[in-house]
Nanobody
C-alpha cells in the first residue's frame, strides 16, 4: 500500500522560499508521474508540477514556472518542491499525489482513490 507524507510547509513572507518534501512508501510504478497539487480556500485544486518517476522532463503550471522546481531522490523515495519568490497567491494546502497526467500542458490530478498525501500548508504573507 502506497503512503505519501508531505512536510516542509510553513509561513513565510512574500519573496521567501520553502522546500516541500514528500516521503513515499510502497511501490509506485516507474511509468507513473508524481506531482504536486495545491488547493486554496474557495478555489479548485490545481496542478503545480509533475515529474516522471522513471526520470525525464518536468512539467509546471504557468503560474509557477521559473519559481518552483520539482525533483526527486529515488534512493530516498522522496519527492521535493523547491519554491522561490513566493507570493500571497501561492498560499494553499499543498499535496503530493500520483499518478499525475500531463495533457496539452495541463497537469491533471489523479482521482481521489489513487495516491494522495494529507497535505502541508503554505502561507505567504505580503
Amino acid at each position: 500500500q502506497v503512503q505519501l507524507v508531505e512536510s516542509g510547509g510553513g509561513s513565510v513572507q512574500a519573496g521567501g522560499s520553502l522546500r516541500l518534501s514528500c516521503a513515499a512508501s510502497g511501490y509506485i510504478s516507474s511509468n507513473y508521474y508524481m506531482g504536486w497539487f495545491r488547493q486554496a480556500p474557495g478555489k479548485e485544486r490545481e496542478g503545480v508540477a509533475c515529474i516522471p518517476v522513471g526520470g525525464g522532463g518536468t512539467y509546471y503550471a504557468d503560474s509557477v514556472k521559473g519559481r518552483f522546481t520539482i525533483s526527486q531522490d529515488n534512493a530516498k523515495n522522496t519527492l521535493y518542491l523547491q519554491m522561490n519568490s513566493l507570493t500571497p497567491e501561492d498560499t494553499a494546502m499543498y499535496y503530493c499525489a500520483a499518478p499525475c497526467m500531463v495533457v496539452a500542458g495541463t497537469l491533471i490530478p489523479p482521482a481521489d482513490n489513487y495516491y494522495w498525501g494529507r497535505g502541508t500548508q503554505v502561507t505567504v504573507s505580503s
